[in-house]
């Protein structure tokens, strides 16, 4: 998700101020993202490194592991400048944890992985301490990679069930409908160009008709024809249900998460 950012601050159309520093566990990784604008360290090389990219930075994005976020900010809590807003992409981690380690600004943001391609989803929370022109800055930075969601954090567990989460129910259903068009007889390649085309087309018809998604649904379910037979055994399914279960599951996991 890091690397996601990154390419939308690197856009020919966005302007950053300072220059941009990233830190890697390893050399290898480290040096795959160096460049004349990006300062790029690696910890294995410099046991200091978080501290040193932080140095004078504005806005410090934290994205690691949930159960790193503690032990990162205790690291680097000496480094932050006064004036430095630090935000976090990683689930569970509660704002209040975090105000309680480190005296800075705190915001949470929740991106998902479309944000590779600039179609990114984010959800963003504002501390305590956060002003408006703080959230406008933070704000600025993740539209760089897609759109933003500015919600209270009591909402932002539940985003990730379904913008964070979301790609990954996304490709389940094609996993699941390309092997049946294998097992209907059409080749892998087949089946791909079927599947995959038409998830794409779906959602770009329904971004460019401003429809609502039942309504585009209705327009291909012909009465008494082939689609509505296929509903039918998808409604008996009660994948309304499966996806509720689904998705408090996830959230009872991100739960888990900020109880350390």
Do not use: H
Not at 99 to 120: F, H, K, Q, W
Not at 195 to 209: D, P
């Amino acid at each position: 998700m890091g690397g996601a950012i990154l390419s939308g601050l690197l856009s020919p159309t966005v302007t950053v101020e300072g220059g941009i520093r990233v830190t890697n566990r390893t050399s290898r990784k480290a040096a795959t993202l160096g460049s004349d604008v990006v300062t790029s360290l690696a910890i294995e090389e410099d046991p200091d490194a978080n501290r040193t990219a932080v140095t004078g930075a504005r806005v410090v994005l934290l994205g690691v592991k949930p159960t790193m976020v503690r032990d990162v900010l205790r690291e680097i809590r000496p480094a932050l400048a006064p004036e430095a807003i630090v935000v976090s992409v990683a689930a569970g981690v509660t704002i209040g944890t975090m105000e309680g380690i480190i005296p800075s600004v705190v915001l949470r943001a929740m991106p998902n992985t479309p944000a590779l391609v600039g179609r990114g989803v984010t959800g963003l929370s504002a501390g305590s301490r956060a002003s408006a022109e703080d959230v406008a800055l933070v704000r600025s930075l993740f539209e760089t990679v897609g759109e933003v969601l500015e919600i209270p954090e009591e909402k932002i567990d539940a985003l990730s069930t379904i913008s964070g989460s979301g790609p990954a129910y996304v490709f389940y259903l094609i996993e699941q409908l390309t092997r049946t068009a294998v097992s209907l007889g059409f080749t892998v390649s087949e089946a791909a160009t079927m599947v995959n085309g038409t998830f794409l087309g779906a959602a770009e018809l329904l971004a460019a008709s401003g429809e609502d998604p039942a309504e585009l649904r209705r327009r291909v379910t012909s009465p008494k024809g082939t689609t509505e037979r296929a509903i039918w055994e998808l409604e008996k399914a009660d994948l309304s249900a499966t996806f509720a279960r689904a998705t408090a599951a996830a959230l009872e996991r991100a739960r888990e998460l900020a109880a350390g």
